[in-house]
């Protein structure tokens, strides 16, 4: 049981290329979420997907989409990388019932953007 | 606009004693609450949580005190060990606002456990 998996682990783009990251979860859980954490800002939520087939916005949204592949899988692109979108990424997940609002974190991607 | 707030971005304590991080929330919607701990180049794992029924909630070395009045709750951990040293994030949600819990975060507060 491998809970949240997040490839690649470190990622150097220059301004203009484009990435995906992936995001995987093996805990059958229904929500999914991409944040990114800056110094001195905690996590900030991007995108988020309440179900398998829906996604939304969460905070900070702009030079991001998203893609809910299945249950299990939720990608982050970026179409065209800038230095402001140099941050560690994280993707996590949450089911239902008692542990419902608890989320469970991969262990993140540090993306540089030069 | 910060909506959750932890003041303090570092606290210092010795092994043994205790160690006392404060979190306040701005928004009156909000009516759960978690704190995570984070260690270098992993992700944040969730540590203990309180619903605002409650006002206590207690889990081994691990208290969180939640005063709805004050918009303020905080983490005691006693005694505290070296291995508590982590960034501790406080996340706040509404949990009326749909199927996905959309949590806030504050800004995380170091501690470190000296010997």
């Known amino acids: 049981n491998a809970g949240v998996t997040q490839t690649p682990k470190f990622q150097v783009l220059k301004t203009g290329q484009s990435m995906t990251l992936q995001c995987a979860q093996d805990m059958n859980h229904n929500s999914m979420y991409w944040y990114r954490q800056d110094p001195g800002m905690g996590l900030r939520l991007i995108y988020y997907?309440?179900?398998?087939?829906?996604?939304d916005k969460g905070e900070v949204p702009n030079g991001y989409n998203v893609s809910r592949l299945n249950k299990r899988e939720f990608s982050l692109r970026l179409e065209s990388a800038a230095p402001s979108q140099t941050s560690v990424y994280f993707c996590?997940?949450?089911?239902?019932?008692?542990?419902?609002?608890?989320?469970?974190f991969g262990p993140g991607t540090r993306l540089t953007v030069t | 606009d910060q909506q959750v707030k932890q003041n303090s971005p570092s606290l210092s304590v010795q092994e043994g004693r205790i160690s006392i991080l404060n979190c306040d929330y701005t928004n009156s919607m909000f009516d759960y609450f978690l704190w995570y701990k984070k260690y270098p180049a992993e992700g944040p794992t969730f540590l203990i949580s309180i619903s605002s029924i409650k006002d206590k909630n207690e889990d081994g070395r691990f208290t969180v005190f939640l005063n709805k009045s004050a918009k303020h709750l905080s983490l005691h951990i006693v005694p505290s060990q070296p291995g508590d040293s982590a960034v501790y994030f406080c996340?706040?949600?509404?949990?009326?606002?749909?199927?996905?819990?959309?949590?806030?975060f504050g800004t995380g507060t170091r501690l470190q456990v000296t010997l």
């Open positions: 996340a706040a949600t509404n949990s009326h606002t749909g199927t996905a819990s959309k949590l806030t």
């Open positions: 997907s309440a179900s398998e087939g829906t996604t």
């Open positions: 996590a997940s949450s089911g239902i019932g008692d542990w419902y609002y608890e989320q469970y």
